[in-house]
């Protein structure tokens, strides 16, 4: 199946100058490729460093960052316990996959959706627990715009294996279709 690749034209005003430009499909489709290999790429290798380090204990963030943030109701039971075995089991092998997905092509939607949900745990704990020192605009909230473009684009078209799990007959329903990029 090929997917029809749009153009769009830009118009803006640079140093007091109209500027107007095409983007074709295809510039703004190799765009998104490297913004999903870059936001793939990150998300593998802080994965891959709790595994490689492992054990992985997410404790001082879910019970000590998180204090007094406002996601701690949400965050703080999975400081102990059962809940926060899970935890440190789901960031590292969540970032990895996340990472691999994005790289891959494989359900990229699904994959940037998941990016963005830890971004946004990372964002207002360590922003909202740290004062916002440094500042409303971090890293994460950059990840969440990322993960949040590459959601909204579908950023699965180019060399992804994505186009090939469109052709599955498990993928023709629609909802299950839009888990892929």
């Known amino acids: 199946m090929k997917y029809a ?20 499909g295809a ?42 943030t406002i996601l701690a109701p949400f965050v703080t039971p999975f400081s102990d316990g059962i809940l926060l075995a899970f935890v440190n089991v789901a960031v590292p092998l969540g970032q990895t996959a996340i990472g691999l997905g994005l790289i891959l092509g494989v359900l990229t939607r699904t994959a940037a959706f998941f990016g963005a949900f830890m971004m946004l745990f990372f964002y207002f704990i360590n922003g909202y627990g740290g004062g916002w020192a440094n500042g409303m605009v971090t890293g994460e909230l950059l990840g969440i715009m990322v993960f949040g473009t590459i959601v909204a684009l579908g950023a699965g078209g180019v060399l992804a294996v994505d186009n090939r799990l469109r052709e599955m007959e498990l993928f023709e329903n629609t909802r299950l279709r839009k888990l892929l990029g």
């Open 5 to 24: 690749m749009s153009t769009q034209s830009i118009r803006t005003n640079f140093l007091g100058t109209e500027t107007s430009f095409s983007v074709s």
């Open 27 to 68: 510039w703004l489709s190799y765009w998104i490729l490297l913004l999903r290999l870059t936001a793939g790429w990150w998300m593998l290798h802080a994965g891959l460093d709790k595994i490689w380090a492992w054990p992985f204990d997410a404790s001082w963030f879910v019970g000590g960052a998180a204090q007094g």
